[in-house]
């Protein structure tokens, strides 16, 4: 299972390099390819266009995904109980992120764009973490069949695209951090 998550996240990953942001077109897609293909297309680069992160940013963060959560496993209860296929396709497009970080931020008491920021920034981080085994959520990476692009970003570290304080910052937050992202990608890429 894990393995088959890191391979469709991978190819997520691939099709968001290539410059499409859209929704998918099929609900069914929902908010795996939704949440994986933002993961995966907008890393904390070391080009500098990483959000510099404050322990503010990370309380607000965990406000905000704790929210984007509970948004989520509604959705998926909705979908689950749904007597038509307009129900079920609005509740999977529920579980959309361009359907839940509003409230997210909302929660989390930032504007959409800051909160898209950090949370970007964060699942990121978090994403290379689980990839290379560092921590121990529900992704995996084969890197056998990998492009040379995805190899080199595996080994590398995911913080060393942090500015340091940032770096610092969420570090010191990572054990309260952790379990909530991990639940969120579960509920997401992982489809509960």
């Known amino acids: 299972m894990r393995r088959l998550a890191g391979l469709a996240l991978a190819g997520v990953a691939a099709i968001a390099a290539c410059g499409s942001r859209d929704k998918p077109a099929d609900p069914a897609a929902g908010s795996a390819s939704s949440s994986a293909a933002s993961t995966a ?4 680069s070391g080009t500098g266009t990483a959000p510099e992160l404050t322990a503010a940013d990370l309380d ?3 406000k905000g995904i704790a929210r984007e959560t509970e948004l989520v496993r509604a959705a998926q209860q909705r979908a689950q109980t749904a007597t038509t296929p307009q129900a079920r396709g609005e509740a999977q497009q529920a579980q959309w992120e361009d359907q839940t970080i509003p409230e997210g931020a909302r929660a989390a008491g930032l504007s959409p764009e800051r909160y898209r920021a950090v949370r970007n920034t ?3 981080t978090f994403q290379w973490l689980d ?3 560092k921590i121990d959520g529900p992704l995996e990476l084969d890197t056998a069949h990998a492009a040379p692009e995805m190899k080199a970003r595996f080994s590398r570290d995911p913080f060393d695209d942090l500015a ?3 770096r ?3 570090q010191a937050q990572m054990n309260r951090l952790v379990p909530p992202w991990i639940e969120y990608v579960k509920l997401t890429a992982v489809a509960g």
């Open 41 to 44: 297309a907008t890393p904390a």
């Open 60 to 62: 607000a963060y965990a």
């Open 122 to 124: 964060v699942h990121s």
């Open 131 to 133: 990839f290379q085994g």
């Open 164 to 166: 340091p304080a940032s």
């Open 168 to 170: 610092e910052a969420l």
